[in-house]
């Protein structure tokens, strides 16, 4: 039974259109994030949710839109996608909140933009 | 901004030999954590110590940490070739909701 799922896997799209990836966490957990791996594998947070709500807003493009449906879905949408947004991008969730913790995190979507 | 830095980027070993990875971090933390990343998978937690710790023990896995240095460690003893993954750091400081990673060592584990 998968902890964090996150769908699609890979994602291939042209420049310009708009895309959306979608996490899940049977966890239980109050906190989701999304975050960015970018070709060097460095890892970036992007956004922290708490309970549905917005925490965190890593200077991301508004492009980016994060939504909450519930406290176990937290979805990304990205509009007009750029050559840049190719990356992969990581869901992750945690029981504590502040001070954080252990992350859980999804096996990560592929997303290739041309 | 970057908190943790690892050293080295890369590392490759033999089989049965120690690998040491290093992190430095740049703020007061809370607790500090280091996380294995398979090729092609998400990341898995794989111990976390506290700012008043010194060292921790996880099985093959030795964490050290030193504030006054704001430095960290992780000795895996006796490595496998199934050991062969990136290993980040992160941390957490005082007060935040986000975890901060390094850019992570590769580290290869030759049979």
């Known amino acids: 039974d998968t902890a964090v799922s996150q769908t699609p896997k890979y994602l291939v799209t042209q420049m310009g259109n708009d895309k959306s990836i979608k996490c899940e966490q049977n966890l239980g957990h109050d906190t989701m994030y999304w975050y960015k791996q970018d070709s060097k594998k460095f890892l970036k947070i992007m956004f922290s949710?708490?309970?549905?709500?917005?925490?965190i807003n890593e200077t991301v493009p508004n492009r980016f839109s994060p939504k909450s449906p519930d406290k176990a879905h937290l979805n990304l949408h990205i509009n007009s996608l750029e050559l840049g947004d190719s990356a992969v991008y990581f869901c992750?969730?945690?029981?504590?909140?502040?001070?954080?913790?252990?992350?859980?995190f999804g096996e990560g979507s592929r997303l290739t933009v041309l | 901004s970057q908190q943790g830095e690892e050293d080295p980027q890369a590392l490759s070993i033999q089989e049965g030999e120690n690998a040491t990875m290093n992190c430095s971090y740049k703020t007061s933390i809370n607790n500090l954590q280091w996380y294995r990343q398979n090729s092609g998978r998400g990341l898995v937690h794989l111990i976390l110590i506290r700012s008043n710790e010194r060292e921790k023990h996880s099985g093959r896995l030795r964490v050290t940490l030193d504030t006054s240095k704001k430095s960290s460690s992780l000795l895996i003893t006796a490595s496998r070739a199934a050991d062969t993954a990136s290993y980040f750091c992160?941390?957490?400081?005082?007060?935040?909701?986000?975890?901060?990673f390094g850019a992570g060592t590769r580290l290869f584990v030759k049979a």
């Open positions: 992750a969730s945690s029981p504590f909140t502040g001070n954080t913790g252990e992350l859980f």
């Open positions: 992160a941390t957490d400081a005082w007060g935040g909701f986000k975890t901060i």
């Open positions: 949710y708490n309970n549905k709500e917005l925490i």
